[in-house]
């Protein structure tokens, strides 16, 4: 410990419980230009500025209570009495019995960080005049900036896991959100200096495309739909799924030319498209293009776009703003990528860019839905959208999985189409209607169908409306079998059509029961899961098959059983409280480093289900992932197989209609929406009613509790625990397809992360509401079953 203290360049202060001074190392006599034996026994307060010394009262305070003061900026006092910034973080100390007896500071010198910042400001400035200058002086700059800023973003993070005043996490979140606009328009500039000094370098590693176009387009849907535009993502049927390249310089590139088109674009749509131009057994030649019914740009101006920190002319600044390197930078990635960049535009008839790239293909493997997919083939559907380019698209991927696809633009003529095909004896086996259409919109198209019993369409509805609840509730009272937001991914597209058809269950008719399956060897499972009806389904099911099941419920927990054990399996809950599930597995992957033990197999449980929480699995060290609620099938098929699970992906989706006509009769209710939709909850139990009767239980004697905690945590203002309650009330809602209380919770969820204290009592309300509707449901249901 004295090597550290000696060699640590931050200040390290160790001081008693009443702030005098005990230990001073070698970088708190550089930080503050006093010697060891001059800070040894001074108050603490005498390195403070008087406007200042109200911190040591808090850290006083925090550690005797055991308690670590979170990374803060304040002002500290060097020999000369000169004032500097610096950051500071506090923790108790302890004797060998565990007693608190003072506290010590980390101090870090932040003046060549102001310095540096201030420096940048004059630099650029003077810059303006000297390209090469300028180019030089980003390179070295912006790596210097990027450090702090990452420190500041990392830190801030950590603090904002904390418990702490709404004012204070307010003021976080701001410091957090903008540093994260600094950090890009740093990594902006850092990569125009490189591609100016020559020192840009593309990495070549295997990734899917087809997925990373779409999530270019996922992430400024919410933009589009905010300016009443289309976004359309058509990617041709015969696109490579893996291709090697640079996913994140791609996904750049795309980013920026579409976000361009949706800032220049009040009305119509911007359209983004893949086509294959040359596909060989090793590589394949496409074009990649964005396009948009926006303002254009006049001829002269098409060459000076692609200069940086240029836009056509000023009023496009105050119009609507950015720095102008976006097309600048993409037009030198696309030049990385061997392509060249192009446009054609005319002013106020929109944009079209495009370039060609050529990538390799990986060894060819098999897409994990072509199995199902085929099961389409022959299928029926018709296409209704007002926009030409969506429904082109969407007629063109169905046409791909064998589907006779037509199209219509409006909802009467769609009405039309379907009462001829019905009158045929030829009726559509599904139709796919978009929402927001102009005179008869996709809501009264649905409920036409479902009003005249001669239409046996199934009708899924699409939208690209950002109000997910609003539009939930609409489509279940509509009577739309799922629902979709676009653009719409292929994969989303895929779910909702087998969902809709149920063509997934074909896979599934001859499948065996939950526990119907052939012997496996016992494993020794650690499940570490802080929901109790969670756990003991879980626990249940996994001992009914032989398998010892040791419980953890918190992350923290966790750590202590693995130390103590040895197991096949971890099955790690991702949120859970005080330790989250990210963190146990990191401290779990450096205790099996540290003692050289053998990897051990973790599966991650959670509700999460999105691609960007399937990395932060991975990148902790997880090797599979299990979406909630739970398919049990699933989860038997993981823990007793004896190869590891790279599998990252949710859970496919079940079909709604997959009902028995036992089933039938316990739904019986004269609402049109159902609280909880049993027979989608029962498939996932392979049709296991007494342990679906087993979870109600536990629904019934947990929820009260949890709606108990979240009223008594708004009352106290602790918004981390009306967070977790919330989210942990949602996971129990989803075991039974329970949408109204799914959506009650996860928006209350939403207002407690976002501490939106107005909006908090209502959705409280709202979530009662739904739960008192639930139970009644619930409980009529294991009645009917007993």
Same mark, same amino acid.
């Given at each position: ?44 307060? $005498? ?18 209570? @055991?308690?670590?003061?979170?990374? #803060? ?25 565990? %007693?608190?007896?003072?506290?010590? /500071? ?14 940048? $400001? ?71 200096? $490189? ?19 779409? /999530? ?26 893996? *291709?090697?390249?640079?996913? +994140? ?5 795309? /980013? ?10 009040? %009305? ?21 293009? *964005? ?136 009726? #559509? ?111 249940? &099911?996994?001992?009914?098959? @032989? ?5 953890? &419920?918190?992350?923290?927990? +966790? ?14 809950? &991702? ?22 033990? %053998? ?6 449980? /959670? +509700? ?45 989706? %079940?079909?709604?209609? +997959? ?59 602790? #918004? ?46 709202? &979530? ?19």
């Amino acid at each position: 410990m004295s090597a550290v203290l000696a060699s640590c360049r931050d200040a390290i202060i160790a001081c008693s419980s009443d702030g005098v001074v005990e230990e001073w190392n070698r970088g708190a006599e550089e930080v503050f230009g006093i010697s060891r034996d001059s800070a040894l026994g001074e108050s603490i307060t $005498r390195f403070i500025p008087a406007d200042r010394r109200d911190e040591i009262d808090r850290l006083v305070n925090e550690s005797m209570a @055991g308690r670590a003061v979170a990374h #803060y900026e304040t002002q500290r006092l060097r020999s000369g009495g000169e004032s500097f910034p610096a950051a500071v973080c506090g923790f108790p100390l302890r004797d060998a019995a565990g %007693q608190v007896t003072g506290f010590a /500071t980390i101090e870090r010198d932040l003046t060549d960080r102001v310095r540096g910042a201030q420096a940048l $400001r004059e630099a650029l400035a003077a810059a303006e005049s000297a390209s090469q200058t300028k180019s030089r002086f980003l390179a070295n700059v912006s790596h210097e900036l990027r450090t702090p800023m990452n420190a500041i973003m990392g830190m801030t993070s950590l603090a904002l896991e904390e418990q702490m005043q709404p004012e204070l996490r307010d003021c976080l979140e701001t410091i957090r959100d903008s540093a994260d606009t600094m950090v890009n328009l740093i990594n902006d500039v850092l990569d125009l200096s $490189r591609f100016e000094c020559d020192e840009f370098e593309l990495e070549e590693v295997e990734f899917e495309f087809r997925d990373t176009i779409e /999530t270019a387009s996922k992430v400024l849907g919410a933009a589009a739909h905010a300016k009443g535009i289309e976004l359309v993502c058509r990617i041709a049927p015969d696109t490579p799924e893996l *291709v090697i390249g640079d996913p +994140a310089r791609m996904r750049q590139v795309l /980013t920026n030319l579409i976000g361009n088109a949706v800032k220049f674009t009040s %009305q119509g749509h911007v359209l983004v498209e893949v086509s294959p131009l040359v596909t060989e057994s090793t590589r394949c030649r496409m074009r990649l293009s *964005v396009s948009d019914t926006g303002i254009g740009i006049n001829e002269k101006d098409q060459v000076r776009i692609f200069a940086p920190f240029t836009q056509v002319d000023g009023s496009s600044i105050r119009n609507y703003g950015g720095s102008g390197l976006g097309l600048a930078i993409t037009r030198h990635l696309v030049d990385c990528f061997g392509s060249k960049l192009q446009v054609e535009s005319e002013f106020g008839r929109g944009s079209h860019f495009w370039f060609d790239i050529t990538l390799p293909i990986p060894e060819k493997k098999q897409a994990k839905s072509e199995h199902v997919a085929d099961q389409l083939s022959g299928l029926s559907a018709l296409v209704v959208d007002d926009n030409t380019a969506s429904r082109s698209a969407l007629a063109e991927q169905l046409g791909a999985w064998g589907m006779n696809a037509d199209t219509v633009d409006s909802g009467d003529e769609a009405l039309r189409k379907l009462r001829r095909s019905a009158d045929a004896g030829n009726p #559509y086996d599904l139709a796919i209607i978009d929402a927001q259409m102009p005179g008869m919109d996709g809501f009264s198209v649905v409920s036409h169908i479902e009003g005249e019993r001669t239409i046996k369409t199934k009708p899924i509805l699409m939208s690209s409306t950002i109000d997910r609840l609003e539009f939930s509730r609409r489509c279940a009272e509509a009577g739309a079998t799922a629902f979709v937001s676009k653009p719409i991914s292929q994969s989303q597209l895929f779910n909702a059509v087998t969902q809709a058809t149920g063509a997934a269950a074909l896979e599934g008719e001859s499948r065996l029961g939950l526990y119907d399956r052939p012997h496996a060897a016992p494993r020794r499972v650690l499940l570490v899961e802080d929901t109790p009806a969670n756990r003991k389904v879980v626990q249940r &099911v996994l001992q009914r098959r @032989g398998h010892e099941v040791i419980v953890a &419920v918190n992350g923290s927990e +966790a750590i202590e059983a693995f130390k103590s054990g040895v197991y096949d399996l971890v099955l790690m809950d &991702v949120q859970m409280p005080i330790m989250d599930g990210l963190q146990a597995t990191e401290a779990i992957r450096d205790l099996e480093r540290e003692e050289s033990r %053998q990897p051990t197999r973790i599966l991650a449980m /959670t +509700a999460h289900n999105l691609r960007g929480d399937r990395e932060r699995c991975r990148r902790a060290g997880m090797n599979g992932y299990l979406a909630k609620p739970l398919d049990l099938a699933e989860l038997l098929d993981l823990v007793e197989s004896e190869e590891d699970s790279p599998r990252m992906e949710p859970n496919p989706t %079940q079909p709604l209609n +997959a009902r028995t006509q036992g089933e039938m009769s316990a739904l019986d209710n004269p609402s049109p929406t159902p609280a909880a939709d049993l027979p989608t909850a029962l498939a996932r139990l392979r049709d296991d009613k007494g342990l679906l009767c087993d979870m109600i239980g536990f629904f019934l004697e947990d929820s009260p509790r949890l709606r108990e905690t979240l009223r008594e945590s708004h009352q106290a203002g602790d #918004y981390a625990t009306l967070h977790r309650t919330a989210h942990s009330l949602k996971g129990l809602a989803a075991n039974f397809d329970a949408h109204a209380a799914i959506e009650a919770a996860r928006d209350l969820e939403d207002a407690a992360k976002n501490e939106e204290a107005d909006a908090i009592p209502a959705l409280l309300d709202r &979530v009662d509401n739904t739960c008192d509707e639930l139970v009644p449901f619930l409980e009529n249901y294991r009645k009917q079953s007993k």
